[in-house]
């Protein structure tokens, strides 16, 4: 074998995808491979609707194809159940719904080789395929749902806390320990700190390029970022402490209002407080909203990014003080409610 062709595995959570998984198998199949040898890992939960039937019938179509069972059913035990079987000196994590520039892969190990980072990816680009989901990417892009976070500008370039999916040299996680399996959310997150913390890291390209769908209803987007919050709290618990100060600013601000709306009803200074809390948020709302709707085709989501930015951050918020409740107070974690996917 030549010396300079680089052996890469894709591993890929999978659970009741069959009507996604033969297109995402044929477009990464598609890539541009020069210089790589491809192999694709499945780990597939299970899947009761037909999944595993498609995949047995396209398995002698795509000799680097692999699939491999996940009985746990969980996002970090198939990540982690691929990586083990991974033949590739480098990793390189995908998703079934997700779509991906042709050359993500060779970006990937481009970006992996020359900036001498520990992990890499790309920006969080959100895509959208009617009114809603549209709106929802559009604030997805904005400093304003995010706190500033690196991985949701679309031209930055340089060292980040996290990155979209990711790209590592196989050695790099076996010696970072795989994913923590009790994270059932934010298994990318903790992972990614573990990086940091010691010493490695992780590097954002603008180079490397996917879509991420985001999701179709305001309550489906409410609870994912009720889990999001939720889970990092188990992040700080297990690290003892926050990646960066925006964690919390949810959380402090969903209890600020819970208190002084209780406080207000004895003191005309807790009602003041609250009155002057709101009035911050909603003229921060309405700010956010103008400069995400400043071109003149994007003026149609005035009236909904007011509540698409509610959603993100009550919901966050909400399940940050849910889970400050359960990893500290009641000394609990897998509830069904923060656990259960929210598409």
């Not at 052996?7 to 659970?15: A, D, G, Q």
């Not at 085709?297 to 909400?318: N, R, S």
Request: net charge positive.
């Amino acid at each position: 074998m030549n010396t300079s062709v680089q052996k890469v595995s894709v591993i890929v959570p999978c659970r009741n995808e069959v009507e996604y998984i033969e297109q995402f198998v044929k477009s990464v199949s598609n890539q541009m491979l020069t210089g790589i040898d491809l192999e694709i890992i499945i780990a597939d939960g299970m899947s009761d609707d037909g999944t595993r039937d498609k995949l047995k019938n396209i398995l002698d179509q795509y000799d680097h194809l692999r699939v491999i069972d996940n009985p746990d059913r969980t996002t970090p035990a198939a990540l982690n159940h691929a990586i083990r079987a991974a033949k590739g000196e480098i990793i390189i994590r995908m998703d079934v719904h997700s779509e991906y520039s042709f050359d993500y892969i060779s970006e990937c190990i481009q970006q992996l080789n020359t900036t001498g980072a520990d992990n890499v990816g790309g920006a969080w680009h959100a895509k959208g395929v009617n009114y809603l989901q549209n709106a929802i990417a559009l604030a997805f892009q904005s400093p304003f749902s995010s706190g500033g976070a690196g991985s949701h500008s679309l031209a930055y370039e340089g060292l980040v806390d996290t990155v979209y999916l990711g790209c590592w040299k196989k050695k790099t996680l076996e010696a970072i320990g795989l994913f923590d399996e009790t994270f059932v959310r934010n298994q990318d997150d903790e992972l990614n700190l573990r990086i940091v913390r010691s010493g490695g890291k992780i590097w954002q390209s603008p180079t490397i390029k996917s879509w991420y769908y985001p999701r179709a209803s305001l309550l489906t987007l409410f609870k994912q970022y009720m889990q999001y919050g939720y889970w990092k709290v188990r992040v700080i618990q297990k690290h003892k402490t926050p990646a960066s100060i925006r964690h919390l600013v949810p959380g402090i601000f969903i209890f600020s209002l819970i208190a002084l709306s209780l406080l207000a009803l004895f003191s005309k200074t807790a009602q003041l407080t609250l009155v002057t809390l709101l009035s911050c948020y909603i003229l921060g709302t309405a700010l956010a909203t103008i400069h995400a709707c400043r071109r003149l085709d994007q003026l149609l989501y005035l009236p909904i990014l007011p509540f698409i930015f509610t959603a993100f951050h009550f919901g966050y918020g909400y399940g940050f003080l849910r889970g400050v409740a359960s990893f500290y107070l009641q000394k609990r974690s897998k509830q069904k409610l923060f656990t259960e996917l929210t598409r």
